[in-house]
């Protein structure tokens, strides 16, 4: 079977672990991306939280504290990514390019909403939907917030200004789909996942959260379309190692959990950090290479003939 045929259930080249089949992958367009969306689509509202009410009321405080912690950093990730996407469905190339970043904006609005009501049913965060976000805001790391209010922020309106930027496209691209959903958020996601299964609680969480990591694989899947197209223009390649030495120093940082030095040895969601950091930093690797774009500085590499 083609390795093409090995993608369509998510689309995502970091799943092919034959390394030696990366260098010949071919990736899924973004029409095929948009149908692959149409198959897979689901509903957060019909989500049952019944047991996680259960499961939450037994747990200690410490590790209320320690899930509230390491939730809340995707509930205010899922609203950033959502309000901060329209630059590039603005800067589309093509009429299935526009399709499929529709459908991308749209999950990340799904995904809030998952997280929204958990927050509410399960968490007991009373209020508003942005009384919410403003309470999980308090969780946050100040990396987080550089990488999140800062740099994607300023990507956005970068490309809200002039959406025929190139420059600026990968800018966006390298941040949002590399950075902050391949290397972050997957990683955080299989790690909960890993959590909570062991522990055998909040079935309602995670049924949600497997769809998310599902539509996130399939938008990782299309940054990294978009990537191997630009990396074809030398400059671009440059730009794309440049914005990923920019921002990795910054994404290691999001990971470090509250009142923990960076150089410790810390657990989060029950991995080590050597673990979790391996975890985040193969994939993108693998990525990378289907991009053709070694993780090295820019001015490092050999100007191709
Ligand atoms: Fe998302
Ligand atoms: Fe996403």
Same mark, same amino acid.
């Given at each position: ?86 630059g590039?469905?603005g800067a ?14 749209? +999950? *990340?609005? $799904? /995904? ?5 009501? #958990?927050?509410? %049913? ?33 990507a956005n309106q970068r490309l809200l200004r002039d959406p025929g930027d190139r420059e600026a496209k990968?800018d966006f ?41 599902? +539509? *996130?694989? $399939? /938008? ?5 379309? #978009?990537?191997? %197209? ?76």
């Amino acid at each position: 079977m083609s390795t093409l045929l090995d993608l369509t259930q998510q689309g995502d080249v970091a799943t092919i672990t034959d390394e030696s089949k990366l260098s010949s992958v071919k990736l899924m367009t973004p029409q095929q991306l948009y149908e692959l969306w149409e198959r897979q689509n689901w509903q957060s509202h019909t989500i049952s939280f019944e047991r996680d009410k259960e499961d939450w009321a037994g747990l200690s405080d410490a590790d209320k504290d320690a899930i509230v912690w390491g939730l809340s950093s995707f509930f205010i990730g899922e609203e950033r990514v959502a309000t901060q996407f329209n630059g590039l469905v603005g800067a589309y190339e093509s009429q299935a390019e526009e399709a499929f970043l529709c459908t991308q904006q749209v +999950d *990340e609005a $799904r /995904h809030a909403q998952h997280f929204n009501r #958990f927050y509410e %049913q399960v968490i007991g965060y009373d209020g508003t939907f942005e009384s919410r976000l403003d309470r999980a805001r308090e969780d946050v790391s100040d990396a987080f917030k550089v990488l999140f209010d800062d740099k994607l922020v300023e990507a956005n309106q970068r490309l809200l200004r002039d959406p025929g930027d190139r420059e600026a496209k990968v800018d966006f691209v390298v941040t949002y789909h590399m950075v902050i959903e391949g290397t972050l958020a997957l990683t955080g996601q299989a790690n909960i996942t890993d959590q909570f299964e062991q522990a055998g609680i909040m079935p309602g969480f995670l049924e949600g959260f497997r769809l998310i990591s599902q +539509d *996130e694989h $399939r /938008h990782v899947a299309y940054g990294t379309w #978009f990537l191997q %197209q630009a990396a074809q223009d030398p400059a671009l390649r440059k730009r794309i190692q440049a914005r990923l030495f920019e921002l990795i120093p910054i994404a290691s940082g999001v990971l470090v959990p509250p009142g923990v030095d960076a150089a410790d040895n810390y657990e989060i969601f029950g991995k080590t950090r050597d673990e979790v950091m391996g975890y985040a930093f193969t994939a993108l690797t693998r990525r990378l290479k289907v991009i053709g774009v070694p993780l090295q500085a820019p001015d490092e590499e050999a100007v191709p003939a």
